[in-house]
């Protein structure tokens, strides 16, 4: 096969010199030495190199004739075919060979290249995905910057350089981008503050303190009086100590500061009530630190918590209340006589008594608690018992009856009472039979008319309105001499627990006398209250997993004295 | 052999090597064996502490795991820095790098449990998040540098970067000179696709393996069909190996480009997260 062998060369000044001659031979050889067919001077190529044979179908083949290989279309190789028809490229040091089917000749074109490849280098750059990407470095100072900016630099800026303010639920916050920093929600009494985080965090650094929450809660007031509030403290383990070491060093207040109970940012809602053992680090062993109180020591309602001790009278005329344990078995004295289980009994004469007066009056088939007991109007506790709405209906003071109108005694004014009585005796009486009258001197103002009733005066009503069945000594115990209509003082304490506080409300699902054993009770001095022991059956501590109700302190009690119903727990004050 | 690289070499004689153990690997498994106690201890921990009113990132517990936590990120972000230092023995590079990648993955648990499973948009939450994408490139990362190589090992067919490059140049010497003879419109379309930088395909082309833009094939298409003369079907025969070429090429930059992905996370995503990090420590005490 004819090969025309074409060697372009380029002079100094660039321009091209192209020489052609052509061999007349079916087999060439290329290398280094003169007696090549072509012969390339550069050292990179063997003296003989490359051999090029024909193939079968107009092909040529081309073998390595040393030990070096050869660059083919860019890939190394040492024996390969190539179609000079489709044209191929042999790379042999600097020197590039095309290989062309021209004229039925195979064309090798010779060029020897203008320098070493540039721009190679870069190229291989272009396979990693730094050549699409911006540097990571860029990104990451970027990323660094705009993250310091808006969630650092900003917001302390802003409150470094804002204007002081008192806290105020319809301001917005001055401090920019401190959202960005809430660690949740503030409960729902705070919630107007949401957005002035700077209201309760007024300096950096310093955790929220006393001040600021006293500067809003203006009539809290000490739980105890300083020191002894601090010497009934418990001693602090050495875990909790080393834990308070800590937290001083980051400045942080307490114990006893606002915030070791009141947690804030735990979820929008109501703020959780302190925990039971908050109180126990004190009061779980309280007489071992105050040895005068006459607190008994609790820790769990369920485990350690003393019986309920009521403030009562135990006799008449006390000038001050008594407060005992139920623990003692206390009997009160408040000035009635009053059978409960006479009330109660089911086929008692005041059942009898109810079932009469019908549902027409309010009453049901028998006397019920309600009948008497009246809630208050938040239901927490009940209301007095009152004469004239809850024992009238049957215990009538009804004296006369003046042309179908009913006089009667009133209740509550001694004076007033004993004149009615003494009035009553000289109003006319009722004929005993309507229309007819008797004749002559025996007749209405006659002679010899006579009374036939019985001797109801006001003055025999008045001289046995003491006595045991009299109109008043029936309940009332007396309190003046004979004649007199005095009667005790009659006291009916709507609390009998001062410390604690119970609500009927959260237990109108019980009967009431499941708590308060009315049925069995003969005598109003008889206290109905029911033990720790019975609330135990529901309530136990905290952390009792096994109560139906798990029940902490706060429950009951409150921690910040105040006075009145403010003093409840929240959860009861807020009724 | 001349022609295959030293460093390809090194490659081969490294993997040959008996002593070789992968970092997963090291010291039988010793920083697994750390992080799982961690996690462990944390765990437990989490389940028993004695925390008020529940547990989160203000508890002393929450705390605790805060501190671990900060520590183990920094010191993890440290491998940046100690990489660039190759030492043998106790703490060889081989030791921290395992203890970077089981320790990383303990994080998980740690910080999770720092959260208390509070989560929020702010920027507590953000550098949670920013170290959950860390972790998670990293997870990808030791996963496709377990699987690609031997992909881009076989895409490669013994040839390296170099050689595709000088393949492809060596197909358009031939291209340039071959299309000599063709018409104004053909001659247009070679150059076109000769002028296409390889290298010049957006971000998305590279990991999706698709060139829609792709001048070789548009050549190829146009001119397959557009003549028997011997010129012309050289013509078209180069623009096959060259778009072929250009496939090899391709698959490389794709295979590359999932095997460098992560990087380009896990890298600019831990600093973001130093940044969100230094931010949630000073905020909690800014407003403390």
Redesign the interface.
Same mark, same amino acid.
């Given at each position: 096969m004819p090969f025309r062998i074409r060697t372009v060369d380029f002079t100094a000044t660039g321009r091209e010199i192209v020489r052609e001659r052509e061999l007349e031979q079916a087999e060439l050889s290329i290398g280094r030495a003169a007696e090549n067919a072509i012969h390339l001077p550069d050292l990179a190529v063997e003296q003989r190199h490359v051999e090029v044979l024909p193939a079968p179908g107009g092909k040529l083949r081309l073998r390595a004739a040393g030990t070096? +290989?050869f #660059?083919l279309?860019? &890939?190394?190789v040492r024996d390969a075919t190539v179609d000079p028809?489709?044209?191929? /490229?042999l790379?042999l040091g600097s020197y &590039?060979l095309?290989f @062309?089917?021209e004229d039925g000749m195979v064309a090798v #074109?010779i060029r020897q290249a203008a320098e070493r /490849?540039g721009g *190679?280098g870069e190229? %291989?750059g272009?396979?990693?995905?730094? $050549?699409? %990407?911006p540097g *990571?470095r860029p990104? @990451? !100072?970027a +990323?660094?910057a705009a993250? %310091?900016i808006a =969630? %650092?630099a900003l917001?302390?800026w802003s $409150?470094l350089n804002r204007a002081p303010a008192e806290p105020d639920y319809d301001r917005p916050g001055a401090v920019m981008m401190? @959202?960005? !920093?809430? #660690?949740?929600a503030l409960s729902s009494v705070h919630h107007g503050l949401e957005d002035q985080?700077e209201a309760c $965090?007024t300096e950096?650094?310093?955790?929220?303190r006393d001040e600021t929450c006293l500067a809003c809660h203006k009539d809290i007031a000490d739980h105890a009086a300083q020191p002894r509030q601090a010497v009934a403290r418990g001693p602090l383990g050495r875990f909790e100590a080393a834990?308070w070491d800590?937290a001083h060093a980051?400045? *942080?207040p307490g114990p006893g500061a606002c915030t070791d109970c009141h #947690?804030e $940012? /735990?979820?929008a809602g109501r703020m /959780?009530p302190t925990?039971e &053992? =908050?109180c126990a680090d004190c009061h779980g062993s309280l007489d071992a630190r105050l040895t005068d109180t006459a607190l008994g020591n609790a820790s769990d309602f369920g485990k350690a918590h003393p019986q309920f001790q009521v403030v009562l009278n135990t006799a008449p005329n006390q000038a001050r209340r008594q407060r005992i344990s139920l623990a003692e078995r206390p009997r009160q004295w408040n000035g009635l006589t009053f059978p409960h289980d006479l009330h109660l009994d089911a086929r008692g004469g005041a059942t009898q008594m109810a079932r009469r007066l019908g549902s027409g009056n309010g009453y049901g088939e028998a006397l019920e608690c309600s009948d008497c007991h009246r809630p208050t109007a938040d239901g927490v506790r009940f209301l007095p018992v009152d004469m004239e709405n809850d024992c009238e209906s049957c215990h009538s003071l009804v004296i006369d009856q003046v042309g179908g109108v009913y006089r009667k005694v009133r209740h509550g004014d001694a004076r007033q009472a004993r004149a009615e009585l003494m009035a009553l005796g000289r109003a006319s009486r009722p004929a005993i039979v309507t229309g007819r009258g008797r004749p002559g001197q025996y007749g209405e103002g006659g002679l010899y008319r006579a009374e036939f009733g019985g001797p109801a005066t006001g003055a025999a009503l008045l001289a046995r309105a003491m006595a045991k069945e009299g109109l008043c000594g029936e309940c009332h115990t007396p309190a003046g001499g004979a004649g007199s209509l005095e009667v005790m003082p009659v006291t009916q304490p709507s609390r009998y627990m001062i410390h604690g506080w119970f609500d009927h409300e959260e237990h109108k699902q019980e009967q009431c006398t499941s708590c308060h054993a009315a049925a069995e009770s003969g005598s109003a001095s008889d206290l109905l209250l029911p033990g720790i022991a019975q609330c135990r059956d529901c309530h136990e501590g905290e952390s009792a997993r096994a109560a139906e109700v798990p029940s902490g302190c706060a429950m009951c009690h409150s921690y910040h004295p105040r006075t009145g119903a403010a003093a409840a727990p929240p959860r009861i004050a807020r009724r | 052999m001349a022609a295959v690289p030293e460093q390809e070499l090194g490659f081969h004689e490294r993997r040959r090597d008996s002593d070789h153990e992968s970092f997963l690997a090291h010291k039988r498994m010793r920083w697994l064996k750390v992080a799982l106690a961690l996690s462990l201890a944390a765990i437990l921990g989490y389940a028993f502490a004695d925390v008020e009113p529940r547990p989160n990132g203000g508890t002393w517990y929450g705390y605790t795991l805060g501190t671990i936590g900060a520590g183990l990120i920094v010191w993890l972000a440290l491998l940046g820095v100690r990489k660039r230092a190759m030492t043998a023995g106790r703490w060889s590079l081989k030791a921290w790098t395992s203890a970077h990648v089981y320790l990383g993955l303990a994080l998980i648990v740690v910080a999770t449990l720092h959260t208390g499973f509070q989560f929020g948009w702010n920027v507590h939450t953000l550098a949670y998040a920013l170290m959950m994408l860390v972790i998670a490139s990293g997870v990808y990362g030791i996963s496709v540098y377990a699987t690609l190589p031997q992909a881009l090992s076989d895409n490669r067919r013994e040839m390296t970067k170099g050689q595709m490059v000088d393949a492809l140049a060596a197909i358009d010497r031939q291209l340039e000179a071959s299309a000599q003879p063709l018409g104004r419109v053909d001659a247009d379309l070679v150059i076109a696709a000769l002028e296409q930088d390889p290298f010049g395909h957006g971000f998305v082309a590279r990991l999706a393996g698709r060139y829609r833009g792709c001048r070789t094939q548009a050549a190829l298409a146009a001119l397959e069909s557009g003549g028997t003369e011997p010129e012309h079907e050289r013509v078209v025969t180069l623009l096959r190996k060259r778009d072929a070429q250009l496939a090899q090429i391709r698959r490389h930059m794709r295979l590359k480009a999932l095997l460098e992905i992560w990087l380009y996370v896990h890298v600019p995503v831990t600093v973001m997260l130093l940044a969100a990090l230094t931010a949630h420590i000073v905020s909690v005490f800014y407003y403390w």
């Open positions: 070096l +290989g #660059t279309d860019g &890939r190394s028809g489709e044209g191929s /490229e790379a &590039r095309q @062309a089917r #074109t /490849e *190679k190229a %291989l272009g396979f990693s995905l730094a $050549h699409v %990407l *990571k990104m @990451a !100072w +990323g660094l993250i %310091l =969630f %650092l917001p302390v $409150h401190d @959202a960005s !920093w809430r #660690t949740g985080c $965090h950096p650094f310093v955790a929220v834990q800590v980051f400045n *942080k #947690t $940012h /735990e979820g /959780e925990r &053992r =908050f | -």
